[in-house]
């Protein structure tokens, strides 16, 4: 059993970057699969970014690949989301969730930990 807590959303412009937090307690967080996934208003719940136990494989949709990086401290419980080069359409409720079986690794009810979510918006 896993908590977990987002945090770093915020406004800023086209182009800009922010850094998402994820926080999270309970038992071996190293065994946990981490992803980020992402809601936009009126819209589905999308996967985003996920990594493995260690940090050593990272994947990634393709709307927001070469512009978001995910990465995680397991010394710290901590999975992160550097978003760079935002856009207006990057704009969403970004939520953090965990698993610790290798499957379903880019669905949302595949996952079963969640935050509660931190709102990114992008806009000039």
């Known amino acids: 059993q896993v908590q977990l807590v987002e945090s770093g959303g915020g406004l800023v412009q086209p182009g800009g970057s922010l850094r998402l937090s994820c926080a999270a307690s309970?038992?071996?967080?190293?065994?946990?699969?981490m992803a980020w996934f992402r809601q936009a208003p009126g819209k589905e719940r999308e996967f985003v970014a996920r990594v493995n136990w260690n940090g050593g494989s990272t994947y990634y949709a393709d709307s927001v690949k070469g512009r978001f990086t995910i990465s995680r401290d397991n010394a710290k419980n901590t999975v992160y989301l550097q978003m760079n080069s935002l856009k207006p359409e990057d704009t969403a409720v970004y939520y953090c969730?965990?698993?610790?079986?290798?499957?379903?690794?880019?669905?949302?009810?595949?996952?079963?930990?969640w935050g509660q979510g931190t709102q990114v918006t992008v806009s000039s």
């Open positions: 969730a965990a698993k610790t079986e290798s499957s379903y690794l880019n669905t949302v009810n595949g996952y079963n930990y």
């Open positions: 309970g038992r071996t967080f190293s065994s946990y699969f």
